[in-house]
């Protein structure tokens, strides 16, 4: 079994990813600055022998210090991600982005790390458009119109460090391009939350679900079991690779979208199972500004090479992560019995 570092590790996709790493029989380091990632995400694991954690920054030069081993593979997956953040706080941003990524690349040769996989971003293709540009391809950005978003400049630009200090230093790299990951255990205490827990959580609360823009907007969705075992295949594929001449990026989406109106629906659907009735009303706001009105992943180049391909569809990932949702809330379980009375009557 091999060894592990994951920054981001409280994260929705990073505490996944270690849980899955630990049942496999891995060791697993993990460091976390709890600003969008929380410890109840990998309270289950604090008890493991084999689960190290560390509450720290990434661009702190210490936040390695507690391991006193060979780490053979980092996964650099925290960031800040939420673009409206960026847009405010672009020094920041650039700081914990770019420094922080050149931080734990430094941390992952004096680690003696073979492997760098690297969670880059779909938001470099924002500013494509075109119906004959999508599905977009990992070639089809960055390029010179793309991307424009702040968030997506810093995480391209700590992408380009990632390859170069691979190549450097002879360390394996590898990119991922995440698509809109949701499932249980997502960060809804974003100011503006990703849209699936966003309109579950607010229509148990009683709330009116918000859609930025006229609901046109389309969507490519993976949820987070599929993207667990896309990671493991990187793993097994790609961990074997340990030279700096080896670097590969990846889409990781499901090849099909839906659009935000379309979401809303198979969400009140599955949330309408389990409360019984919900008031459908829905508030619509201004979008947001620099967001790209269509994302669609061509996952060609993970199918052939990685030997991946998702396989919960869109309907069972929204009903299993509305349930999830409704148990952590607390919500009564109406929805079955409210179905029975209206077959009997």
Aim: proline share 3%; net charge neutral.
């Amino acid at each position: 079994m091999s060894s592990h570092y994951i920054s981001g590790a409280c994260g929705f996709i990073g505490s996944h990813l270690a849980k899955r790493l630990l049942k496999e029989g891995h060791e697993v380091w993990g460091v976390d600055n709890l600003d969008c990632g929380f410890m109840e995400n990998i309270a289950d694991l604090m008890g493991n022998p084999k689960f190290h954690f560390r509450r720290g920054d990434i661009r702190d030069k210490w936040c390695c210090d507690n391991i006193n081993q060979t780490i053979d593979f980092v996964w650099h997956l925290g960031a800040k991600g939420e673009t409206y953040w960026v847009r405010d706080n672009v020094k920041e941003a650039i700081d914990v982005n770019i420094k922080g990524t050149l931080n734990i690349l430094k941390q992952a040769k004096k680690l003696g790390a073979r492997h760098f996989f690297f969670s880059d971003t779909s938001a470099l293709y924002d500013s494509i458009t075109g119906e004959e540009n999508y599905p977009t391809a990992e070639i089809s950005a960055p390029n010179i119109n793309t991307p424009m978003g702040y968030y997506a400049i810093t995480k391209m630009a700590a992408s380009q460090f990632v390859r170069s200090f691979g190549k450097t230093n002879d360390i394996g790299t590898t990119l991922f391009r995440y698509t809109n990951i949701y499932g249980p255990s997502m960060n809804l205490e974003r100011d503006i939350p990703p849209v699936v827990g966003s309109f579950a959580s607010r229509l148990f609360d009683n709330k009116t679900p918000i859609i930025y823009g006229d609901g046109s907007k389309r969507r490519d969705f993976l949820h987070i079991d599929d993207l667990t075992d896309f990671h493991m295949a990187a793993l097994v594929v790609r961990g074997k690779y340990g030279d700096g001449d080896s670097s590969e990026t990846y889409n990781a989406g499901f090849g099909k979208n839906h659009s935000i109106q379309q979401v809303y629906h198979k969400v009140f659907d599955a949330c309408k199972k389990v409360k019984g009735n919900i008031p459908s009303l829905v508030e619509y706001k201004d979008d947001q500004p620099n967001e790209a009105q269509v994302t669609l992943a061509n996952i060609e180049k993970a199918k052939e090479e990685l030997g991946w391909k998702p396989t919960i569809s869109f309907k069972d990932g929204v009903e299993k992560t509305v349930k999830s949702l409704a148990n952590m809330m607390g919500v009564k379980n109406d929805g079955e019995s409210n179905a029975k009375n209206e077959k009997k009557n």
